[in-house]
């Protein structure tokens, strides 16, 4: 939780930081953190919602529908074939008591808390050196929104307009102040000036 005032925010993930990050803890048997970060990064979802997942609805499917807790719209999510295939292997390893369990439990039993989630991120960003700045639940949602604007910019307008609707935002300059855009824009300008 951020002080009152406090000026905090989430920074995004290299998409290519971010794969790695995801294969790295699967490989050390982090598979929890390592699908908290696939499903975060791929989905753009809230962590609100990912921690209201369960396996049943996210297992050996290639879409689902979400009612998202903050805003109360509907939202389906179509899973990527290599995410599909991560998931499951992180089913085989984690060995869920029920396939009706959320999907990610702590070791007490209990769905992890936000907090708690942060405080794990912060220790992943140490040990494994990753290169984000302010790094959070926050930064998942972040790396979705960047990579899907990186991988249209031919397009750019459209793939604002698409993540202002799948991020619920009334406005494109809502969005563009969500992904850091705007503020690179603006400095930017600082650059454009020759001596």
């Not at 604002?160 to 619920?168: C, G, P, Q, R, T």
């Not at 300059?173 to 400095?187: A, C, M, P």
């Amino acid at each position: 939780m951020s002080l009152k005032y406090s000026t905090t925010t989430a920074d995004y993930m290299q998409w290519d930081e971010m794969t790695n990050l995801v294969r790295r803890l699967s490989k050390d048997g982090n598979y929890k953190m390592s699908l908290l970060i696939a499903v975060g990064c791929f989905w753009g979802l809230r962590i609100s919602d990912i921690l209201s997942l369960r396996w049943d609805t996210i297992l050996y499917v290639d879409e689902f529908t979400i009612l998202e807790k903050k805003t109360g719209k509907m939202r389906t999510i179509r899973i990527n074939p290599q995410l599909k295939k991560h998931i499951a292997e992180c089913y085989k390893q984690i060995q869920p008591v029920s396939v009706k369990s959320p999907i990610l439990v702590s070791q007490k039993g209990t769905t992890f808390s936000i907090q708690r989630i942060n405080v794990l991120l912060k220790e992943i960003k140490a040990r494994y050196k990753v290169k984000v700045k302010n790094f959070s639940c926050h930064s998942l949602r972040k790396t979705f929104g960047r990579q899907v604007y990186n991988q249209n910019s031919e397009n750019a307008e459209l793939a604002l307009v698409k993540l202002m609707e799948l991020f619920n935002h009334s406005s494109v300059s809502i969005t563009k102040r969500y992904l850091g855009l705007r503020q690179e824009e603006i400095l930017e300008t600082y650059d454009s000036l020759s001596f």
